[in-house]
C-alpha cells in the first residue's frame, strides 16, 4: 500500500480503522470530505495535548498517550448531531393517515453536551403532536430527538428546535415537547446538588392555545416528572 498511497497519507491511514469504509477514487489520494475529517481530528487531538500539559499531566505517559486520539473519536459520535440531514433522516417516512388524536411519543433517553462547561447533561424527552394531514414514521421522532442532542446545547434551545422541526415537517394542529434533564456542571461542579434535575417545554399551536389540549398531554407524563 505505501508504494501507491502518498507518504502525508500514511499517518492518516494509520488512525484509521480497518472497518472503516474510504473512498480514494481510485487514484490514492483522500477526497475533500477526508481531507477536512483528518485535519479535524488533529486540531482537536492537538487541543487535548495542551489541556493534559497545562493541567499538570505528561500526555505522553502509557494511560494518556491515546486519550487525545480517544476524544477526538468520542467527540465525532457525541457531537455527530451536526452531520445529520434532516431530509435523509426523516426519508420519505410521512404517511397520510386518516387519525386526528394525540400522538405521544414518550421515555426518549438522550445524552447531550452542555455548551457553556462541555460537560454532558442527560434525560428524557417526551413528544407530543396531532396530525392534520400526515403522520411521521415512529423512529423518526426519537432521531430528531438525537438529531439536536448530539451537538453542544442548551436544554431550553433544544426543546424548542424539537419541536419547531415536527411542526416544520409535518404542519400539525400542534405540537408538545417535554424534556427532563440532569446536568453534570450543575452536579459535579458549582452548585453541586445531585438530586436537581430541569424540566423545559415547548408548546405549539393547539397545545398552547388550548388548555384541554395541553393537559390531557401532560396527564400522559403524570409520574414522569
Not at 499517518?11 to 475529517?37: A, I, P, R
Not at 500526555?59 to 457525541?78: C, F, K, S, W
Not at 433517553?109 to 403522520?135: N, Q, T
Request: charged share 25%.
Amino acid at each position: 500500500m505505501s508504494k501507491n498511497v502518498p507518504e502525508n497519507d500514511l499517518v492518516w491511514l494509520n488512525n484509521v480503522s480497518v472497518h472503516d469504509e474510504l473512498d480514494f477514487g481510485g487514484n490514492g489520494h483522500k477526497t475533500q470530505d477526508e481531507y477536512k475529517d483528518f485535519e479535524r481530528k488533529e486540531n482537536i487531538e492537538t487541543a487535548v495535548r495542551s489541556i493534559l500539559s497545562n493541567v499538570g499531566e505528561d500526555p505522553n505517559r502509557q494511560g494518556l498517550e491515546g486519550t487525545p486520539d480517544r476524544i477526538a473519536r468520542m467527540y465525532t459520535e457525541v457531537l455527530g448531531g451536526y452531520e445529520v440531514n434532516l431530509e435523509k433522516l426523516v426519508n420519505g417516512a410521512l404517511f397520510d393517515v386518516a387519525y386526528d388524536e394525540m400522538i405521544v411519543v414518550k421515555d426518549i433517553e438522550f445524552y447531550s453536551m452542555c455548551e457553556h462547561h462541555m460537560l454532558p447533561f442527560f434525560g428524557r424527552a417526551h413528544v407530543a403532536y396531532i396530525p392534520s394531514e400526515k403522520v411521521i414514521g415512529l423512529s423518526k421522532i426519537p432521531r430528531i430527538v438525537e438529531m439536536y442532542a448530539r451537538r453542544l446545547q442548551v436544554q431550553e434551545r433544544m426543546t424548542r428546535q424539537i419541536a419547531d422541526t415536527i411542526e416544520e415537517i409535518l404542519s400539525p394542529q400542534g405540537v408538545a415537547v417535554v424534556v427532563e434533564g440532569n446536568h453534570m456542571c450543575s452536579m459535579m461542579r458549582g452548585v453541586k446538588k445531585q438530586e436537581a434535575s430541569m424540566v423545559t417545554s415547548a408548546m405549539l399551536g393547539c397545545f398552547k392555545n388550548s388548555d384541554k389540549t395541553r393537559n390531557e398531554f401532560l396527564s400522559h407524563l403524570q409520574g414522569k416528572i
